[in-house]
């Protein structure tokens, strides 16, 4: 079941286009008419739909910024626009701001603005989920390199507008490399998988996981208060990680080396924050691994 949300002033044309909509897929298609935009933006906050039927006319009216706001506050629903006339340029605008399709009210069918909806509710669902291949890792499903920095940003902006501090753990699987050798990489590939599974658990909703690359991972941790927090993070990790791995019915010897960093005691910049993290992970797998460091301190 479609269900679309019909934003139309003229109760002739609403009409028109809901007998469009039902006359085929009466069963697979709901329509919900409203005839003000205000009314349709509290519908869309109170209710759960799939695609917006809109006019124009409101859209010429309240003026393009409209769409952006839609699309801005409703996680880009598809928006199907119905147009008096062709006009290519205002559809070229409409489409650039936001919209699926351009439908022409005097001779489409209703076949016509059936598969344009249909259309555009398939068309955004495969943008949307390009989109969140080009920021998942793949193998692991966490946050890639790109979305985990875009986070990093905008979590450091705001603990420096508010004084506030943020956490970043670098881990890497000690024994790796010794046990994928042994086992083939689909084993390496299972490892990874349940290091996503693990730190995971160890992690709030408010706090992110990726994969950087290889067997390498990172946190980021908001609304810690110091060092002392981001300690009881790294035991948790560790408490996680040192249950057994098994692998083949066989249990293998992998652990976690830990680099703590906190922002704006360990640096002021992200890049800088990750090069105190990478250089504090490196000393906790110096001194044998399964332990975190914090730059320039001792393992614990």
Known sequence: MIRVLLVEDNPGDAKRAIEMLREKEKDEIEVIHVERLSSALRRLNQESFD??????????????????????????????????????????????????????????????????????????????????????????????????????????AMAKRKKQVVGLVLCGLDYFKETTWEFGKEAGDLL??????????????????????????TCLIEGVNSRSDMEIVGSRILKVFAQPWVIEKKEVPVTVSLGLAVYPIDSQEIDGLFTSAKAAMECAREAGGNRYCFPLLQAA
């Open 51 to 156: 695609a917006i039927v809109m006019d124009r006319t409101l859209v010429d009216t309240h003026g393009l910024d409209m769409l952006d706001l839609i699309q801005a506050a409703l996680c880009r629903l598809p928006i199907v626009v119905l147009g008096e006339k062709d006009d290519e340029a205002a559809d070229r605008q409409m489409i650039q701001h936001g919209a699926q399709e351009v439908v022409i009210k005097d001779g489409s069918t209703a076949g016509q603005l059936i598969r344009a909806v249909r259309h555009a509710v398939e068309r955004k669902k495969a943008e949307q989920n390009l989109s969140y291949l080009a920021q998942q890792d793949p193998l692991t499903t966490l946050a890639n390199r790109v979305l985990f920095r875009d986070r990093m940003v905008h979590a450091v």
């Open 192 to 217: 990874l998988k349940e290091t996503a599974d693990r730190l995971k658990k160890c992690l709030r909703e408010v706090d992110t996981a990726a994969r950087l690359a290889g067997d390498e991972f």
